[in-house]
């Protein structure tokens, strides 16, 4: 069977834009797709939350619009990444509704996706993410902004996805050494986390999705007050001391959302699905196959 390392990368072509992405995985059961954090590409992934899930179901990962192996721009809002998934998921016609594990800003898309094309989704998995602008949402604070912005290490990803104890930091080197598993090959080169374009890309989306939404804006651009309406049976996981999507945020979310559950790993932040692999794995398959 195929792994994160070596799934051979395959294209939809919808409106002019070449979607890349890797299925691989059990035969059988609801596909779970993976959306993946700010800067991010389907290489930069870490695969112990991936194979082990692979095991029991299909799994997917995906490159949007201008990310990665994928062609196109990289849209300047959330929904627009949202509606990129969307267009995606109906050409690849994976036979009824899928599950959508979205991570970071991934979590962001997921929720859009879930909001405006509800159809296409069966459960969801926000991890490290929150809501839109709303009260008690607290912004990112400008010194972890800059840290995201600059060139991947392993020390950018300590601080900002663990914490400085004992724990955190063995965390934050397994993590890196698993985000550098993917190699490529000639014909299949690795992409590595986008720069550029894609940055201004996703960090203008990322501050309409944190600031308060302009006077006559359209409702479907966010989320926070459209929480309500997320009926999907949805599992939140966080971190307890998160410095890019504070905590408050995926409590503030399960308690507006009217079926979800929340997780909240110890001694840990914004990359505890990384941290607590193995259990989280154990909670992940759990909620998918209730």
Known sequence: ?????????????????????????????TPLLYLIHFRGTMDTW??????????????????????????????????????????FLKALKPGGPVDILGFSIGGYIAQMVALNHPELVRKLVIAG??????????????????TAIAPPSQEGFQALFFPYTPAGKAASQKFWKNANTRKGTPTDPRREWITGD???????????????????????????????????TTLIVQGHTDVMVPTIGS?????????????????????SIFQYADLFVGHLTQFLDE
């Open 129 to 146: 993410s929150g809501p839109s602008h709303g009260p008690q949402i607290q912004p990112l604070g400008d010194d972890i902004a800059a």
């Open 46 to 87: 870490d695969p112990s939350v991936i194979d082990p899930v692979a095991k029991s179901r299909p799994v997917i990962l995906f490159d949007n619009a201008g990310v990665g192996h994928s062609s196109g721009e990289v849209p300047h809002t959330v929904r627009g990444m949202a509606d990129h998934v969307a267009v």
């Open 198 to 232: 894609g940055i201004l890309g996703q960090g203008t989306a990322l501050k309409k999705w944190n600031s308060e939404a302009p006077e006559g804006s359209d409702p479907l651009d966010g989320s926070f007050d459209r929480l309500g309406e997320l009926k999907h």
């Open 1 to 29: 069977m195929a792994t994160y390392e070596n799934a051979p990368t395959q294209f939809l072509e919808q409106n002019g834009i070449k979607y890349a992405f890797r299925k691989f995985g059990a035969k059988s059961g």
């Open 251 to 271: 409590f503030i979310m399960q308690q507006r959302m009217p079926n979800a559950q929340l997780i909240i790993y110890p001694d840990s932040g914004h990359g």
